[in-house]
Every structure is written in structure tokens, then in C-alpha cells.
């Protein structure tokens, strides 16, 4: 029983790496996580959209999260990831990062929850802690409504 | 008694049948005298009474019965078609379609007895000859009696009268057959009115019942054992009359008896066979009772015995399945795959050494084809005629003709232009607004139409029409056109536009305000319309479709709205081109032509570029700029201009390379991207796995 309680209340987060900084995403949003592929450039769309590509017959567009987040531009290396996200009742949007490390599972304790405060502040729900190193753990919500 | 599993099928054939009458008495209202069509007015009244007598919808059955007895005066000549009569008619198929939309929505029939409508209609009756009434109570009498008699007389045995008999003396001086034919229902059949109502109807589509035992009446309301006999002249043969009763289900046993000769003794044969020969004898006995007997009842033999000659010009109805949508989708989702399979080996192929397995690309080329036919065959089984949302257009436009007390008719052509069926479900909206708009605000009242000299009758025109890949559904009318300075003026004093901006706009713009949310221009808001939710939600729904709406108007003489719709929304045949590095596929629909034009050939006006082309001055869409796509440095001479068309406009587009043509699947972007100004209409996926935007010519135009 009491096992049990402690698995329910740790999350699987599966950490990126964008800049200098790791990112956590809920595993329960992504659905796929694919190679670095060709991207078609939607001209006259939004700035932090890459395009468009074909996943397995489908057209899923892309957005570049440090585009999102004032960084420097992708660069494409070997190691770049695009991660299919498709929480329930959405349609599916990809987002590149430099980098896919592992998957860790935080236990509510080692998870910070942050003030929603500016703007930039709310793509991150909170932080968590994982041996001595910090995560910024994605609001993947907000990310789906900031695009509208 | 359980019926709800013929639920489905009632709430169909009630459609059919109210459409079928709706469309009959318009006729009625035009030629009074028709009688094919009062005939068959008659028909769908009368089936529709039975339907609904046997679904148990008391109230339906009492109005449609009331109908049906109006129409048989009006067959008998006793009562004449009146432009009232006309009247109260539409109101009882409107009140017989109120209770089916209440059966649809609860199963129940609702509480409206309609008790004005049924007084009209018994108004008419006795209005028009007073003993009516009365006869119909007496007429159900000695049918009581008839029934009680034709209970005790012989089985199989079937009494005639002299009008029976002529009919009957007529057919085999034709040379047709005629059978006495006995039906014995399955006694586990829960309806078996309904089961003797299908054995009449597949009797009806060979030839005539002119004689049934017990009669009609009494057997639709199920006032019968298990069997019941008519007597039936057909040019078919015995062996097809069985089948044709057998296949009804739930019957139980089929006993034909060919009657070759007049049971009178005018006829003319020599008897064929000694039982014959007996059957003839009883027939001459029970005529003479029958003669004396069945006088009263008359008016409703005579019904039975409606013309077969009507029955012959029927169409031959297609056979049909009723198919789930979604299961169609699924289809065709497995072809699109299947296509962009098929491009992915014509592109392997393309890479790989060429001409080596020349065998490889011929096994293409086969595929090709049949993934184009395949393709085409379901995409035509989601093909309906317009028809469907067109019927009932004619009734509407007589109903606004009569709410706004001017005349109008409808003119209506190519509505058996096919559309895709998703497209046909959305597009009833559209159009209705559209001609209420055109009845409503296109049309004078006709004081001002006989001062203009014009017709007192205003006309209001639908044509549709398919046009290449696309189909071209016209709205128009004679009327009074758009006033471009009411338009104008009305913008400014709502605020839509300044003045200034309203000085410098054009006609065309002008008149595209009134696509805009909530922008009417009715002086006065009328029932009909003019409440400014108009004209942008037709434009909204149009798009969403694919399609595309404009206005031609002449101020005085009428305005036509023409809506577009692309014939098939998913896969298209389309031209690839290339700009800078990027691919773009352009629907081969919109293109009119592909030109070299020399660099020195660019002419400007009003400092845009324009090149002359055989006359016509096109102007020239630098796609680089448009697109935000960087320029290759070489400089040709020539340049590729794909000259694309919408309606009678054109525009030259400036391409680096043509790739060639191709079928492409159309893919949706998506909710989340927001190109801004619609460039671009879809993806689609090409044979390499890459995506390729599809530009749309109409918005680049």
C-alpha cells in the first residue's frame, strides 16, 4: 500500500536540453519523438513556427521553442529532436530541442512549483530537482493556448 | 404491437412522400386539371395515410385521410382546384411535416390535432357539395357489410362488378394477362397490413389491381385473416407475377390462377380448360350480386382501379444500399495512402538508373491507373445531386411570395449537378439566404416592377452547373440590384468605413462590404431577412467548404450571386512548381496557361507590372516577394509565368521551375498555424516523405 501511494504521486518527465538549460515535459503529453527531418517553411506564419512535416501521412507543424523563448536560433546537430506532443482533445504539435537525455521520475517532494508571474515566466509550470541538477518543467498547457 | 424497427424506414418514406406531394400540388396550382397529377397527388396522400395508420399515428392518419378525400372529389370532378385550395393543401403538408419532426425528435406524434386545417379542408368538402359528408358516413356501411360478406363467401372465390369486368374484358382484348391471385401471409407476421402493402406495391410496379378481396380499405387496416386475393392485369408473364409477390417477406404462399376469358358472356375465346370453364360460371353468378350490391361503394373501387397507363412511364428506380459515412471517410483515407504510396515508387523510380527495369515503371504506370479509378469510383459514391437541397426551394419561394405579397417565380436548372455529399449537407443554408435575400431585398414590389416596364412577376433564377473541377451554383434575380451609393453611404453612417476611405473605394469594394459581419441593408428588417446576419455567414460557410462567392449586379436590373465549390475536396491533380528551394503545388483547376515571357515584355501600370497578353492585360505576382522566399542570383531573360484564373480574372505568377503535373492529396495545416492572409490552402505530401504547401489561387488573385 504504501508503495503504491508513493508511485502515484511521482511523475515521469522526460528531460531536454535547450541552451545551457534542461527541460522537463510530462510524458503523458508526448507522443513521439522523432529524428530531426525536413521542414517545410509556411511562409507568413507565426515566428516561432519552423513548418510543417509529414508524420506518417499526417501534416504537424513544428515550433521552435527558442524561437518561443528569445534564444538563439536552432542549430541542427545530430542530437536534435523534434517531440510530438498531443494532449487529449488537441491536435498534435512538434517542438525541436538540442537535445533528448533520459527520463527521470520526480516525486512530488523534489517538485517546486513557481508564481505565475511574467509572460515568460508561465511556459514553466514549476522546477524540479533531480540529483543536484535543476529541471524546468514545461506548462505544456499553456503552451497550446499561447499559440491562439 | 411493436413497430419501432420500421421507424426509420416510415420517417424516410414520409419525406419522400411529402416532397413527392409538395411537388405535385405546385404543379396542381399551375394546371388545375392535370390529372395524372391529381392522381398521383392522391397516390402519396393515400399511402401516406396507411404509413401512418400502421405506425399508429392517429392524428397524422386523420389528416392525411382528410386529404386524400379532398383529392378524390377533385378526381371525381365534384370539387375544383382553387388557389385556397392550394393554400390550406401546403398547410397540411407542413402540419403533417410538424408531426414527423416531432416523431423523428420523440417517437410520438406530438398533441396538435391541426383541428383549423382538417375544418378547411372538410369546408371544401361540403362546400362544394353538400351530400359529401353524409356519403362518407354511408360509404362506411355496406364496406362493414361487404367485409362480413366476403368473410362467409368461398375462399378464393372474388365477386366482380361490371365496371371489374369491363376492365377486365379490356385487358384480354389487349392481350394481356390476367391473374386472380391468392396471398396467404405468415401467421407470425406483426404487420401485416404493411407486409400486404408491399405485395400491392410490387403488384403495382407490373401492372393493375383492379380487384381486391377483402378491399383495399379493410386490409390496410388490417381487417383480414391471413389471406386476401386480387384480381391483377399485367403484361408480364405468371411465373414473374409469383416471384414478384414471393419475394415480399413474410409471405407465405403465392397460388396464381391465370383468367383467360370475360366472366360474361360476351367473351370471345372458346374455355381452355374444364376448370376454367367452372370458374367462369361462379364469376357470372356472384356479377349479378355484385352489380346490385356495390353501387355505394363506387367512388372507392374506383380508386383502386387508378389508371396503370401512369404506372408504365415510372423510372426504374436504382438499386441502392445506405452506407455510413464514416465508413466511406475510412475508404477514403486508404486511397489518399495508396496515392501517396504510389508517388513515393514513381519517385524511387525516377531516382533510381533509369530506363534499366522499364518493367518496373510500366507495373507503375499500372498502379497509376488504377489508384486514378479507384479513387474516382469513391469519390462518386459520395456524389449526390443538388437536387436534394434543391427541392425544396420551389415551396419556400411560393411561401415568400405569398409573406411578402409580391410575385415571384423560381427558375431552376442543372440540379442534377453532382457534389460531393459533405458539401451538399452544408450548402442548404447558403442558398436558402440567398434567394430569401433575392425575394426579399433583389425584388420590387410589383407596383415599382410595372413602372419599370418589367414583368409584375419578378423571376428568381438557380442554375448549377459544373465548370472543369469546379461546380458553379448561380442565385439571381430580375430585381432591383445592388445600389453601390446606398451601400456606401449606409457603410459610413454605421461606422464601417470614414468617408474618406468610402470616396476612394471602388464598386467591387464597395459591394464586398456586404460580406462583412452584421451589414444589412434593408431599410426595414423584415421576417425574412435583413437582420444582419446575412451575407458573411453564406461567404464563412462558403470558404470553410473550399468554395468561393461573388456578385455580379447591374443597378435596375438584378444582381447574381455565383458560389463555387470544388467537385471533390480531397485529391486534386495539381501543377508543382518550384520557387527557390521550395516546392509548391498550385490546383491544375485554376490554371489557364503556362507563358515564357521576355523580361522586356513587362510593362508597367500604375507602377505594378503587367504583361499584354494576346490582348488581355494580366498582372504579374512576383511569388519570391510574396512568399518571402530569397532569390536565386542568375538572372534569366525569360521568365516562367503560370497564368492562373478565377471567375473571368487572371493573374501571372513568377515561378523558377516547373516540376510537372501530379495527383496530390490534400492535407489540412492545422488549427495553429496562422498564415495571415490564406496564401496558402492546405500540404500535401509528396513522394519523398517531404511536405509541400498548396498555394491558393483565389486569394492570390
Known amino acids: 500500500m504504501e508503495e503504491n501511494l508513493i508511485d502515484n504521486q511521482s511523475t515521469q518527465y522526460i528531460v531536454v536540453d535547450l541552451g545551457i538549460e534542461q527541460y522537463g515535459i510530462d510524458i503523458k503529453y508526448v507522443d513521439n519523438i522523432i529524428r530531426m527531418q525536413n521542414i517545410t517553411r509556411v511562409p507568413n506564419a507565426q515566428p516561432f513556427f519552423r513548418g510543417v512535416i509529414n508524420l506518417r501521412g ?91 | 404491437m411493436d413497430v419501432s424497427q420500421y421507424l426509420e424506414i416510415f420517417i424516410d418514406e414520409t419525406r419522400e412522400h411529402i416532397q413527392n406531394l409538395s411537388d405535385n400540388i405546385m404543379v396542381l396550382e399551375q394546371e388545375p386539371e392535370n390529372a395524372d397529377t391529381i392522381n398521383e397527388i392522391f397516390r402519396a396522400a393515400h399511402s401516406l395515410k396507411g404509413m401512418a395508420g400502421t405506425m399508429g399515428y392517429k392524428r397524422m392518419q386523420h389528416l392525411t385521410h382528410m386529404m386524400e378525400n379532398v383529392f378524390s372529389e377533385v378526381r371525381n370532378g365534384t370539387v375544383k382546384v382553387t388557389s385556397s385550395m392550394v393554400d390550406v393543401l401546403f398547410q397540411c403538408l407542413d402540419a403533417v411535416e ?9 417517437t410520438e406524434e406530438g398533441e396538435n390535432d391541426n383541428e383549423p386545417i382538417i375544418k378547411l379542408l372538410n369546408g371544401f368538402l361540403e362546400g362544394a357539395n353538400g351530400e359529401t359528408a353524409k ?37 384480354l382484348t389487349k392481350k394481356m394477362n390476367v391473374f386472380k391471385i391468392s396471398v396467404h401471409v405468415d401467421e407470425n407476421c406483426i404487420l401485416k397490413a404493411a407486409r400486404a402493402f408491399l405485395v400491392f406495391k410490387a403488384l403495382e410496379e407490373l401492372g393493375e389491381v383492379i380487384k381486391s378481396d377483402p378491399s383495399v380499405q379493410d386490409i390496410e387496416d388490417e381487417k383480414f385473416d391471413f389471406d386476401f386475393t386480387v384480381v391483377f392485369v399485367t403484361e408480364s408473364d405468371k411465373d414473374t407475377v409469383t416471384k414478384a409477390v414471393e419475394n415480399v417477406s413474410e409471405i407465405k404462399g403465392v397460388d396464381t390462377v391465370a383468367i383467360t376469358e370475360v366472366p360474361k358472356p360476351v367473351a370471345t375465346e372458346e374455355p381452355k380448360s374444364a376448370e376454367h370453364e367452372e370458374k367462369k360460371e361462379e364469376k357470372a353468378e356472384t356479377v349479378e ?51 501517396i504510396a504510389k508517388n513515393g515508387l514513381v519517385s524511387a523510380s525516377n531516382t533510381d538508373a533509369q530506363e534499366k527495369n522499364s518493367g518496373f515503371n510500366e507495373q507503375i504506370e499500372y498502379l497509376e491507373r488504377v489508384t486514378t479509378n479507384l ?28 409573406k411578402l405579397n409580391k410575385q415571384m417565380k423560381l427558375t431552376m436548372t442543372g440540379e442534377d449537378t453532382e457534389l460531393d455529399r459533405t458539401v451538399i449537407d452544408e450548402l442548404g443554408d447558403p442558398l436558402m439566404h440567398l434567394l430569401r435575400n433575392s425575394a426579399d431585398h433583389g425584388l420590387e414590389s410589383e407596383e415599382v416592377r410595372k413602372e419599370r416596364g418589367k414583368d409584375p412577376v419578378g423571376s428568381i433564377i438557380l442554375n448549377a452547373f459544373q465548370d472543369g473541377n469546379n461546380v458553379v451554383i448561380e442565385v439571381g434575380d430580375d430585381g ?97 512548381v518550384e520557387i527557390g528551394d521550395e516546392k509548391y503545388a498550385i ?18 501600370v500604375q507602377s505594378k507590372e503587367v504583361i499584354n497578353l494576346r490582348g488581355n492585360v494580366i498582372p504579374i505576382i512576383r511569388l519570391h516577394e510574396i512568399l518571402d522566399i530569397e532569390k536565386n542570383e542568375e538572372d534569366d531573360d525569360n521568365l516562367i509565368v503560370v497564368i492562373i484564373k478565377k ?25 495553429y498555424i496562422d498564415s495571415g492572409n490564406k496564401l496558402i490552402s492546405g500540404a500535401t505530401i509528396l513522394g519523398n516523405g517531404d511536405v509541400a504547401l498548396i498555394l491558393d489561387a483565389n486569394t492570390l488573385i
Open chain 2, 98 to 106: 410538424a408531426y414527423l419532426d416531432e416523431i423523428v425528435n420523440t
Open chain 2, 135 to 171: 356519403e362518407e358516413k354511408k360509404e362506411a356501411a355496406p364496406k362493414e357489410e361487404q367485409k362480413t360478406s366476403s368473410d362467409t363467401a368461398v375462399k378464393g372465390d372474388i365477386k366482380l362488378d361490371e365496371f371489374e369486368i369491363n376492365a377486365i374484358s379490356e385487358a
Open chain 2, 289 to 339: 350480386v355484385a352489380k346490385v350490391e356495390n353501387t355505394p361503394v363506387k367512388a372507392q373501387e374506383k380508386k383502386a382501379s387508378t389508371p396503370a397507363k401512369s404506372n408504365s412511364g415510372k423510372p426504374v428506380v436504382n438499386r441502392t444500399i445506405r452506407v455510413d459515412i464514416e465508413k466511406l471517410d475510412v475508404l477514403m483515407n486508404l486511397v489518399s495512402e495508396l496515392i
Open chain 2, 647 to 671: 471567375g473571368d480574372k487572371q493573374a501571372g505568377l513568377v515561378v523558377d521551375r516547373l516540376i510537372g503535373q501530379q495527383e496530390i492529396v490534400i492535407k489540412s495545416l492545422g488549427s
Open chain 2, 587 to 604: 490546383s491544375l483547376d485554376s490554371i489557364q496557361a503556362i507563358e515564357d515571357v521576355l523580361k522586356t515584355d513587362i510593362k508597367y
Open chain 2, 480 to 576: 432591383n440590384g445592388i445600389d453601390v451609393e446606398s451601400v456606401r453611404n449606409k457603410a459610413v453612417e454605421k461606422g464601417t468605413i470614414t468617408q474618406e476611405q468610402a470616396d476612394t473605394m471602388t464598386e467591387k469594394e464597395i459591394i464586398d462590404l456586404l460580406f462583412r459581419p452584421s451589414f444589412s441593408t434593408a431599410k426595414v428588417v423584415s421576417d425574412v431577412s435583413g437582420r444582419g446576419v446575412g451575407l458573411d455567414v453564406v461567404k464563412t460557410k462558403i470558404e470553410s467548404l473550399g468554395g468561393a462567392i461573388e456578385v455580379k449586379t447591374t443597378l435596375g436590373e438584378g444582381s447574381i450571386f455565383s458560389i463555387r465549390l470544388p467537385l471533390t475536396l480531397a485529391i486534386i491533380q495539381a501543377l508543382m
Open chain 1, 58 to 148: 499526417e501534416v504537424v507543424p513544428v515550433m521552435s521553442l527558442r524561437r518561443k523563448f528569445g534564444l538563439e536560433d536552432d542549430e541542427f546537430t545530430d542530437k536534435t529532436r523534434i517531440i510530438i506532443l498531443k494532449p487529449a482533445q488537441h491536435e498534435a504539435l512538434g517542438i525541436v530541442v538540442d537535445n533528448v537525455k533520459e527520463v527521470v521520475s520526480l516525486e512530488s517532494d523534489n517538485i517546486e512549483k513557481i508564481q505565475n508571474g511574467k509572460y515568460e515566466k508561465r511556459h514553466i509550470s514549476a522546477v524540479g530537482k533531480n540529483q543536484g541538477s535543476l529541471i524546468s518543467l514545461l506548462n505544456v498547457n499553456f503552451i497550446f493556448e499561447d499559440i491562439n
Open chain 2, 375 to 402: 479513387h474516382e469510383s469513391v469519390m462518386k459514391v459520395r456524389m449526390m445531386p443538388i437536387e436534394t437541397v434543391t427541392q425544396k426551394f420551389p415551396k419556400m419561394v411560393r411561401d415568400l411570395s405569398k
